[in-house]
């Protein structure tokens, strides 16, 4: 699945079969629903999903949650519009769940 194909997905009412939780909570928050998105980036312990989770917290306006977050997934604080992040974070990781299915 490419980016296009994955922000048309948020049309459904829930996110594609088998999507990895990192990209879920993607999903979840760019549905506007940040509680079921925080929910999903909680659960999942990889560096993903804490990249996931630190985007979240900027969403949500709290930036030193957001950076122990940026700590975890071993990242950079980001200061890119929101919308830019979400892209680039879902780009990132979209490629990476499509090389690990081939």
């Not at 506007?32 to 630190?54: F, I, L, N």
């Not at 930036?63 to 992040?85: F, I, M, V």
């Amino acid at each position: 699945m490419n980016l296009d194909a994955f922000k048309a997905a948020t049309a459904e009412a829930h996110p594609p079969e088998g999507l990895p939780a990192a990209l879920a909570a993607l999903w979840w928050i760019k549905k506007g629903d940040w509680e079921q998105a925080h929910s999903t980036a909680q659960a999942d312990p990889s560096k993903q999903g804490a990249w996931v989770h630190a985007h979240l917290h900027r969403v949500e306006g709290d930036l030193d949650n957001a950076g122990y977050w940026y700590g975890q997934a071993a990242r950079s604080r980001c200061t890119d519009p929101l919308d830019e992040e979400w892209d680039r974070i879902a780009a990132t990781l979209l490629a990476s769940a499509s090389s690990a299915v081939t």
